[in-house]
């Protein structure tokens, strides 16, 4: 049984920094393209960063770019998303997503219903 599970959302100040991990059970990240979505009230969710083991390459949206960083530790099967500088627009739940048919930047691209392992989601409110 595969299970992906989100941690270290909170509530941080506009200019803070936070630091989400993601782990899973039953499956191994290396054998998928992995990637970070977040999902605000009312929008849909959005693809923020996703990494392709085989082209070694990691793909951020235009929100992300600069200010989150990711990152894998392959021996604890565990993804990072270092997010800095955060601002109110970044509130949402973030998830992390495990599936193995897509590159970085078409995962992040791609309607997120139909994508294959994901997680509960974790909350990241930021305030003004």
């Known amino acids: 049984q595969v299970q992906v599970v989100e941690a270290g959302g909170d509530l941080v100040q506009a200019g803070g920094s936070l630091n989400l991990s993601c782990t899973a059970s039953g499956l191994s990240f290396d054998d998928y393209t992995v990637g970070w979505f977040r999902q605000a009230p009312g929008k849909e969710r959005e693809g923020v960063s996703c990494?392709?083991?085989?082209?070694?390459?990691?793909y951020y949206s235009d929100s992300a770019k600069g200010r989150f960083t990711f990152s894998r530790d392959n021996a604890k099967n565990t993804l990072y998303l270092q997010m800095s500088n955060l601002k109110p627009e970044d509130t949402a739940v973030y998830y992390c997503?495990?599936?193995?048919?897509?590159?970085?930047?078409?995962?992040?691209?791609?309607?997120?219903?139909?994508?294959?392992?994901w997680g509960q989601g974790t909350q990241v409110t930021v305030s003004a």
């Open positions: 997503v495990a599936d193995p048919n897509f590159t970085s930047e078409r995962m992040c691209n791609y309607p997120a219903t139909t994508l294959k392992h």
């Open positions: 990494f392709n083991w085989s082209e070694g390459r990691t």
